[in-house]
């Protein structure tokens, strides 16, 4: 069964980039048709989808974030990572990453989950 | 931007049958998604296209779809079924991914 983990710096500076690493086991980040996924949940609030890549490379992001998003596999590590720059207090969130299976209608469906981590900007 | 839209929040007594709608453009054309997140924990995918639950989930859960509006349908609520609820689908041609703004259900 695949499981994730995240990972990275709690605590970022305003202005700076924030780097998470999203760590697979159980399968391979590039085996299968699957869209490795970051999400995140701001204290108190709701889901807002960040963006994902395919086991192929192929990117696709939020509109509202996509020219500071950055999404990468790094396949020696069986590793996913998230970066976003020029962050401010509204970047403070719980980062999520996820597995999304391909359902009907070509959607791409986060199904497994990271526990998440809390990421705080803050100077 | 495409968005979902749900009540802030349903409640119910145990036993009884809560109902959470989610309203968006796309929904004749495009699947709902519908999440459970208990608290501090990650969300859980308990409807899948429309209507379909994933092995483990309980028979009480349903969803149902009519035009622009999918409903979550939790029959016989118990106590632990206290959690936020997501919808989850995506705009007309499929290219922007969202999430509903989230349902806190009660379970009074």
């Known amino acids: 069964q695949v499981q994730l983990q995240e990972s990275g710096p709690g605590l970022v500076k305003p202005s700076q980039t924030l780097s998470l690493t999203c760590t697979v086991s159980?399968?391979?980040?590039?085996?299968?048709?699957?869209?490795w996924t970051w999400i995140r949940q701001p204290a108190g609030k709701g889901l807002e989808w960040l963006g994902h890549?395919?086991?192929?490379?192929?990117?696709k992001f939020n509109p509202s974030l996509w020219s500071r998003v950055t999404i990468s596999l790094h396949t020696s590590n069986n590793q996913v990572s998230l970066k976003l720059t020029s962050v401010t207090a509204a970047d403070s969130a719980i980062y999520y990453c996820?597995?999304?299976?391909?359902?009907?209608?070509?959607?791409?469906?986060?199904?497994?989950w990271g526990p998440g981590t809390l990421v705080t900007v803050s100077s | 931007s495409y968005e979902l839209t749900q009540p802030p929040s349903v409640s119910v007594s145990p036993g009884q049958t809560a109902m959470i709608t989610c309203s968006g453009d796309?929904?004749?054309?495009?699947?709902a998604y519908w999440y459970q997140q208990r608290s501090g924990q990650a969300p859980l995918l308990v409807i899948y296209?429309?209507?379909k639950r994933p092995s483990g989930i309980p028979e009480r859960f349903s969803g149902s779809t009519s035009g622009t509006m999918a409903t979550l349908t939790i029959s016989g609520v118990q106590v632990e079924d206290e959690a936020d609820y997501y919808c989850?689908?995506?705009?007309?041609?499929?290219?922007?991914?969202?999430f509903g703004g989230g349902t806190k259900l009660a379970v009074l």
């Open positions: 996820a597995r999304a299976d391909l359902f009907a209608d070509d959607n791409a469906v986060p199904n497994h």
């Open positions: 159980g399968a391979s980040i590039t085996s299968g048709s699957y869209y």
């Open positions: 890549i395919y086991t192929g490379g192929t990117t």
């Open positions: 796309a929904l004749p054309k495009k699947y």
């Open positions: 296209e429309d209507t």
């Open positions: 989850y689908s995506t705009d007309r041609i499929g290219d922007e991914r969202v």
